[in-house]
């Protein structure tokens, strides 16, 4: 009986070391894929980044009218 035991120890062990592989190459290409959208989100965020320069100016020629709006809506409180 001890044969026996021995022999199904060294096979769970086995199979336990042949799933820790699996694990580690699972692991392994989890960081891959990881380290591979890190580098999709950099070049999406450079791109973002790109187009932004474009968006403030314009958001700056639409601030400019509402500036001079407010002092028109300043003014309707006083006289009301």
Known sequence: PSKI???VVK???SQTE???REIEKAAEKAKKEEEKLKQKEAAAAEAAK???PAKPAK???EAKPAKEAKPAKEA???TA
């Open 59 to 61: 958001k700056a020629k």
């Open 76 to 78: 309707k409180p006083a």
């Open 50 to 52: 790109a187009a932004k």
């Open 18 to 20: 042949k799933s820790m």
């Open 11 to 13: 096979k769970l062990v």
């Open 5 to 7: 035991r021995v022999d």
